[in-house]
T-cell receptor, first 113, second 113 residues
């Protein structure tokens, strides 16, 4: 079956530091890949997505590239802010049927001033 | 993207009572909605896929008689936790699918005393 592996964290960074959160996946076929963000006490918000190999998703300074050869979708941001503190979930979706989404465990990011 | 609401945002109930959680797609007609459960500091686990006008599809290990799902219209799905027990305390999140992306509601925090 499908699976998503991401670093568990927590990750603590100083403001303006570079962020990388690793994500690798196992899937049959050609899934779509996503990063979702969850702020404390809230639901998930779509951060970015990529639907095919070599696509780069980007939003709010975050970016991730769909790497089929390494089955990875690492999240990066060049300069984090305190407001980026949240839990980040890597996920994949089947592109057929009900398009079930499989989530990673989530990585908590804490940015300190 | 689609806008999804949930009601209530939080609920506290006594053990043995039933609780209904509503999920509404505000700007999109959703033939399929998804219900997830999230334990503290863990990822989202898909509970069931809710289909408008037909029976829900439950994931393995989820008791269909305990977690009743009704998808009566294209904009509303409900999850009823019957005879709730403290172990049912969790964060319940619904989502709708629009093209290849799922959009999530803000979640409902259920606490069973």
């Amino acid at each position: 079956g499908n699976s998503v592996t991401q670093m568990e964290g927590p990750v603590t960074l100083s403001e303006e530091a570079f962020l990388t959160i690793n994500c690798t996946y196992t899937a049959t076929g050609y899934p779509s890949l996503f990063w979702y963000v969850q702020y404390p006490g809230e639901g998930l918000q779509l951060l970015l997505k990529a639907t095919k190999a070599d696509d780069k998703g980007s939003n709010k300074g975050f970016e991730a590239t769909y790497r089929k050869e390494t089955t990875s979708f690492h999240l990066e941001k060049g300069s984090v802010q305190v407001s980026d503190s949240a839990v980040y979930f890597c996920a994949l979706s089947d592109t057929w049927g009900y398009q079930k989404v499989t989530f990673g465990i989530g990585t908590k990011l804490q940015v300190i001033p | 993207g689609a806008v999804v609401s949930q009601h209530p945002s939080w609920v506290i109930c006594k053990s043995g009572t039933s609780v209904k959680i509503e999920c509404r797609s505000l700007d999109f007609q959703a033939t399929t909605m998804f219900w997830y459960r999230q334990f503290p500091k863990q990822s989202l686990m898909l509970m069931a896929t809710s289909n408008e006008g037909s029976k829900a599809t439950y994931e393995q290990g989820v008791e269909k008689d305990k977690f009743l799902i009704n998808h009566a219209s294209l904009t509303l799905s409900t999850l009823t936790v019957t005879s709730a027990h403290p172990e049912d305390s969790s964060f319940y999140i619904c989502s709708v699918r629009s093209t290849d992306t799922q959009y999530f509601g803000p979640g409902t925090r259920l606490t069973v005393l």
